[in-house]
């Protein structure tokens, strides 16, 4: 039961981060799946104890990858769903438990706190980009066999 609560959970704050970031009515849905899969990886990964930075690393790779797929299949540009399906994995809740920290002067605690959330903000980011350097790589090499055969 708690699997299907994260399910359907990750799905609406994808879909409604969709509806306040102005995707396309059509894209809502997709927006949510892409969200509701790169929130499902981390879960399962982190009930499985691996390293939330890992966790997080992996889903946001698995999003830009669902994205792109996505925008490929709907002609629709790669943001629309990379951006509504990061927002889960997003550390809201560690950065601001960090700030609360620091207006109460437990520094050590806020700190601790706030190298987590930059360090799972960084995996986000990574897990993008290198998602993003994969799909040129393989563009690039079926571009340059489609050359080569043209000789």
Known sequence: MHIIEQLVTSFISAAAFGIIFNA???SLFKCGIVGMLGWIIYILMSLNEADTVLATLLASFVVAVVSQVFAKMYKTPVIIFSVAGIIPLVPGGLAYDAMRNFVQNDYNAAINLAAKAFMISGSIAIGL?????INQVI????LNASARRMR
């Open 24 to 26: 396309p009515k059509q």
């Open 129 to 133: 980009i290198f998602s993003e350097v």
């Open 139 to 142: 563009r690039n090499a079926r």
